[in-house]
C-alpha cells in the first residue's frame, strides 16, 4: 500500500510540476495579448494570477472521495472571484468575489454537514479567510501550506490516527504538501500568483486534514495554531501596513492575528454593516494586547482621522 502511495506522489508531484509550468505559459501568451484581464494583472510588467487552478484540480480529483466535493465547490467559486476581480454589482455596493466567497463558505459548511464533518464544516470553511490573508506575498501561503501538512502527518502519527477509506490517514495531509511543493517554486519566485482558486482549495484541503486528524478538537487546535503561524509569517508586512495604513503605530501580535482572521475585504464588509459609519477607540491594555483595535477598526467610518484615503494603494502584501 505504501509504495503505491509514493508511486502516486511521484506521478501527482510530475502533473503538478508540469501543469503549473504549462498554465502559467499559457496565461503570459495570452495575458501579454490582453485576453485574460484581472488572470494577468499588470503586477511587475505582468503575472499570472489563478495558476492555482492546477492544484486545486489535481486536489479534487485525488483528495479522498468523501470530501472531494468540499474542494471542487470551494474552488469552482473562488476561479471565478479570480476571474472578476474587485469588480461590484452595480445595483448592491459589493464586490463580485466577496458575495462569492461567502457563497462558497455556507455551501461548504452545509455540505460538510451532510458529510458528518458536523460543526468541523464551519471552521474548514472559516479558515478560507486566514489562508486568503496568508497568500498576499510571494510564496507564504505555499510555506504555511506545506508547514501545516506535516505538522498534520507528525501528529497523526503521534495519535496513532486509524486509516480511512483503506488509505493511511497521513495520505491526505501528505497529498497536499506534495501538491503544493510542486507548485510553489515559481510563487517563491515572484512569478505567479496562486489566486483565490488556490488558496481556498488549500485551505478547505487542509482544514478536512485538521479533522481527519481527530475530529473537532483536532480542528480547531490545528486551527489556532495556523492562523497564528500566519500572523507570524505575515507580522512584517503587516507591521508596515498598521503603521501606514491604519495609523496603528505600536501594532502586537494580538492585532495581526486579528487581522488574519477579520481583515482583507469580507471582514471590512461585514465591519461596514455592523458599525456603519462609527469608529470606536479601544484604550484597555488587555483588549490591545488581544487585537481588538484591528477587530473594531473600520475602514468606511466617517471622519475617521485615523484612516488614510482608499485612493493609496495597499499596503498589505508586494505581490
Known sequence: MYMTMVYAFIFVFIICLLGTAFIDALFRFLGKRGYLGNLYPNVRGGIPRGVGIVPFAILALYFLPKFNNLVLIIGIFAFIDDIFG????????IEIGQLLRGIGMIL????GFIHGLGFSSILIALLIQPMNISDMQPGSCAMVTMVMSIVTVIFM??????PI??????????LIFVVCLAYCPLDFAGKIMMGEVGNHSFAVALGVAFYLTGGFWWTVLLSIFTVCFIAFVRRNTLKVFF???????????????MD????????????KWIFRDKQYEVNNDILISLGFRRLLFNPHAMHNDMFIPKDQPSLRGNY
Open 108 to 111: 461548504v459548511m452545509v455540505v
Open 86 to 93: 474587485r469588480r461590484k454589482f452595480n445595483f448592491i455596493n
Open 260 to 271: 488574519v482572521l477579520t481583515g482583507g475585504g469580507l471582514g471590512d464588509l461585514l465591519r
Open 157 to 162: 502519527y503521534l495519535i496513532g490516527t486509524a
Open 165 to 174: 477509506d483503506e488509505l493511511p490517514a497521513t495520505y491526505t495531509p501528505l
Open 243 to 257: 503603521r501606514q495604513r491604519l495609523r496603528i503605530l505600536d501594532p502586537t501580535f494580538g492585532d495581526y492575528i
